[in-house]
């Protein structure tokens, strides 16, 4: 198979300004806010956000939260529900996003419907909100079925190989195996994916009848194409390629080692899932 860099240039997100994210782009702090102070916001975003996912253009499918994660995941973001981070992991369990194509990490119950996991879980958080940690190299907020991952970027991207500035979304393209700028904060890019922005974006990744296969499959589960997305065969004719179930782990799991095969670069954690960081490179 041959590898082919570089598919095409992706439409960015329209920017928007929003509310900073404390644990993902900024420096450690200093003591844990607790969740009472976090959700005691004049301008809650859920409000807005639940709106935007009425007048959605795209289906939007809300799993229920757990209190308890939603408590721990909230005070170790140090966010505030006035932001749409912080929204999302205190009122869902997690969106399942045009016909579950994309899944956006929430704060499910461990043994709930669709077994998707937390953003809690994805992200390695620590047992109890620990001050002195931050995700080191951003924060996993959501993974599309192809195994593509969105990320918003920590503090310094740049010590963690990553693009683009501080709080700024990125996706890792599983048919460049490549990290791509977004070019705007989460809210900007959660609004733009409510607003139908994956069509374009997903322009040639996508099949006649991907609805039933994509709506069909569970959390955890994604889809592996033969040729893969990466290849020469693939970009030329994706119709000629197979597809195949697997864990998620599995998908992110190899797009980490074959990048790091072909172009020599580690692609950094992609996810933890069933408590197992994506494998590493080598």
Do not use: C
């Amino acid at each position: 198979m041959s590898p082919t860099r570089g598919r095409v240039t992706r439409p960015t997100v329209p920017p928007r300004t929003r509310v900073g994210i404390a644990a993902a782009a900024g420096p450690t702090i200093e003591r844990v806010r607790l969740f009472e102070n976090l959700t005691a916001t004049q301008r809650p975003a859920w409000p807005e956000l639940e709106r935007l996912v009425g007048e959605a253009s795209v289906t939007v499918e809300i799993l229920a939260p757990d209190a308890a994660i939603s408590r721990r995941t909230l005070e170790q973001l140090q966010v505030t529900t006035g932001s749409y981070l912080g929204a999302v992991v205190v009122h869902t369990g997690g969106l399942l996003i045009d016909h579950g194509w994309l899944r956006v990490y929430g704060s499910p119950s461990p043994n709930g419907p669709g077994h998707l996991p937390g953003l809690a879980a994805m992200n390695d958080f620590p047992p109890a909100p620990d001050a002195a940690w931050s995700p080191p190299y951003g924060l996993v907020v959501a993974h599309d079925v192809l195994g593509g991952t969105y990320v918003l970027n920590g503090h310094d991207p740049d010590a963690a190989g990553r693009p683009g500035n501080p709080g700024e979304m990125i996706y890792l393209a599983p048919d460049t195996l490549q990290w791509e700028r977004l070019e705007a904060g989460h809210a900007a890019w959660l609004s733009w994916v409510l607003d139908g922005g994956l069509s374009d974006f997903t322009s040639g990744l996508r099949w006649n009848g991907w609805e039933s296969e994509t709506r069909s499959l569970s959390g955890d589960r994604g889809l592996n194409f033969f040729p893969p997305l990466w290849s020469k065969q693939a970009h030329e004719d994706l119709s000629a390629t197979s597809r195949a179930i697997v864990p998620m782990a599995e998908l992110v799991g190899v797009a980490r080692s074959t990048a790091a095969q072909i172009d020599g670069v580690d692609l950094g954690p992609l996810g933890t899932f069933d408590g197992h960081p994506s494998d590493s490179a080598g």
